[in-house]
């Protein structure tokens, strides 16, 4: 009998004090969840979403905060592997209720809020939608529909130079999350969904 994992959807209530409150900085980016930030050996490469330094003289770093419909590993306290998942409504509620909080903003590094307001801020935001019209900017495709985009801009001398010398590879954000549901299905379909959603870019251009 083949094995199955457990996949659970991650959702926010727009009443509470639940969504993302803050977006790191991070070496390996993932998502995190219940406020403890994924570790290295708790995802692979093909987890990993990085940035781009788009105008260096502006310093400006683009990619993706989050990518629908990806599965994301963890691991439980019995050491076992599980995937976590944002659906395109919920990141669309994350990030009404992120710049709706003015957190634009909260920004650390490595998930350490002792490295906050550092002189780096939000200056652009985009879900994609292609129902709208809305498309990822070239060499961001890779990713459906409710996706969340952006760009940042580094005026902190120090984290500049680290984002230039690779320390920082991309973004991971942090929050509170609830559970819609979980569902056990087998592995290897999950390993196809992540190879469908990372393939997207050779799919859709």
Avoid: C
């Avoid at 690779?166 to 999350?177: A, C, L, P, Q, R």
């Amino acid at each position: 009998m083949e094995d199955k994992t457990e996949l659970i959807e991650l959702i926010i209530d727009e009443e509470d004090e639940s969504g993302v409150d803050y977006v790191a900085l991070v070496d390996y980016p993932a998502i995190m969840s219940n406020w403890q930030a994924f570790q290295k050996h708790e995802f692979e490469d093909k987890y990993k979403t990085a940035f781009k330094i788009q105008d260096e003289d502006k310093r400006i770093v683009s990619g993706y905060f989050m990518k629908a419909d990806l599965p994301i590993i963890r691991l439980n306290d019995q050491n076992e592997k599980y995937y976590v998942v944002f659906r395109k409504p919920t990141i669309e509620k994350i990030v009404n209720k992120f710049f709706k909080n003015n957190y634009n903003s909260n920004i650390n590094l490595m998930h350490d809020i002792d490295y906050k307001n550092n002189g780096v801020y939000v200056i652009e935001s985009l879900i994609i939608d292609s129902k709208r019209g809305i498309k990822a900017p070239n060499g961001f495709e890779n990713a459906p529909d409710g996706s969340w985009w952006g760009s940042m801009r580094v005026e902190n001398d120090e984290v500049w130079q680290m984002v230039k010398d690779g320390t920082f590879k991309g973004f991971s954000v942090e929050g509170i999350f609830g559970e819609a549901k979980a569902t056990k299905y087998p592995t290897t379909l999950i390993s196809k969904i992540i190879s469908v959603v990372k393939k997207y870019k050779e799919k859709h251009l």
